[in-house]
């Protein structure tokens, strides 16, 4: 069984950084891509950002500039550091992983952790 808990979300004023951690845990033979997707009240589960293994990253426009992606192999970790929060970055955020436990690989997500930028 594999899980992903996220943690560190929560109210922040426009401005503010806030970082987000999600560490994988149970039977794990390789974690090949890691990311984060956001969706806020009334809209569809949109990516944030992604990570491959080796490092490589991709955002979404939205957030170029201003989150950062990254992770950390030995820990099956990914974080996610969102500077110069806005209010339309509120949303319910998950992590996602791409998983080999037994081949193929599969999708796992995270239970979300809120996230909420307002004065």
């Known amino acids: 069984q594999v899980q992903l808990v996220e943690s560190g979300g929560g109210l922040v004023q426009p401005g503010g950084s806030l970082r987000l951690s999600c560490a994988a845990s149970?039977?794990?033979?390789?974690?090949?891509?890691m990311g984060w997707y956001r969706q806020a009240l009334g809209k569809e589960r949109e990516l944030v950002a992604t990570?491959?293994?080796?490092?490589?990253?991709n955002y979404a426009d939205s957030v170029k500039g201003r989150f950062t992606i990254s992770r950390d192999n030995a820990k099956n970790t990914v974080y996610l550091q969102m500077n110069s929060l806005k209010p339309e970055d509120t949303a319910v955020y998950f992590c996602?992983?791409?998983?080999?436990?037994?081949?193929?690989?599969?999708?796992?997500w995270g239970q979300g952790t809120q996230v909420t930028v307002s004065s």
């Open positions: 990570v491959t293994r080796t490092g490589g990253t």
């Open positions: 996602n992983a791409i998983i080999t436990v037994t081949y193929p690989p599969a999708n796992y």
């Open positions: 149970g039977s794990i033979f390789i974690i090949n891509n």
